[in-house]
């Protein structure tokens, strides 16, 4: 059974410094990982799609790595703002044709002005 | 482009009381549909999906169930609430391998 797992759950940092998420699953016959934001309240917003047989995306400050046969990713921000502030969440889609993601349970993201 | 709409936002309902969120999804055909919940202080949970209209797969036993009568349209019901049905439940679809959300509803049981 899949698991993943987001470490740290929760991780403040001041303005402008770079930061890793790190996301970590049991099974690597994965089809895909993507990253999600969550503000409180609200829905998620897809940030980043990774297919199995990519190393890595990039989107503005945001870049996204994946090590499939070791079942980890990170989520690299750069130069941190206060509007980053939210919950990341990773997931992976298993190999199935239902396209069903197993989440992990996020890192709370607090960047501090 | 495509939208997905959830409603109602937010609700609040006494414990033994039925239940019924919609979704609906604009600007595409035969679309997968999932439902999550997500509770506090724990992680998305799928609880529903489906792969066209009346075809309805569940993840985990539980006091809830799915419908999906029409091809962008999937119900998430209840005939009796429990208190641990409270949460934030959020409906996606597919496209391009990626899962995009609807704004949620926040179900709350007293």
């Known amino acids: 059974k899949q698991e993943v797992t987001q470490i740290p759950a929760a991780l403040s940092v001041p303005e402008g410094e770079n930061l890793v998420l790190n996301c970590s699953f049991t099974?690597?016959?994965?089809?895909?990982l993507q990253w999600f934001r969550q503000d409180p309240g609200k829905g998620l917003t897809s940030l980043l799609l990774?297919?199995?047989?990519?190393r890595e995306q990039t989107s503005g400050r945001l870049n996204a790595s994946l090590d499939k046969s070791s079942g980890r990713s990170t989520l690299y921000i750069a130069a941190s703002q206060p509007g980053d502030s939210a919950t990341y969440l990773c997931a992976v889609r298993d190999g199935g044709a239902t396209n069903k993601l197993i989440f992990g349970t996020g890192t709370l993201l607090a960047v501090q002005p | 482009s495509q939208t997905i709409h959830q409603w109602p936002a937010t609700l609040v309902q006494p414990v033994g009381s039925p239940l019924s969120l919609e979704c609906t999804v604009e600007?595409?055909?035969?679309?997968?549909l999932y439902w999550y919940r997500q509770a506090a202080g724990r992680g998305l949970q799928l609880l529903f999906y489906?792969?066209?209209?009346?075809?309805i797969s569940s993840e985990v036993p539980q006091n809830l169930s799915a419908s999906r009568p029409q091809d962008r349209q999937f119900i998430l019901s209840s005939k009796k609430l429990l208190l641990s049905d409270s949460g934030f439940y959020l409906c996606?679809?597919?496209?391009?391998?990626?899962?995009?959300f609807g704004p949620g509803t926040r179900l709350t049981v007293l």
């Open positions: 996606a679809w597919t496209r391009g391998g990626s899962q995009y």
């Open positions: 489906s792969v066209g209209i009346g075809q």
């Open positions: 600007g595409t055909s035969n679309p997968n």
């Open positions: 990774i297919q199995s047989s990519q």
């Open positions: 099974d690597s016959a994965i089809y895909n």
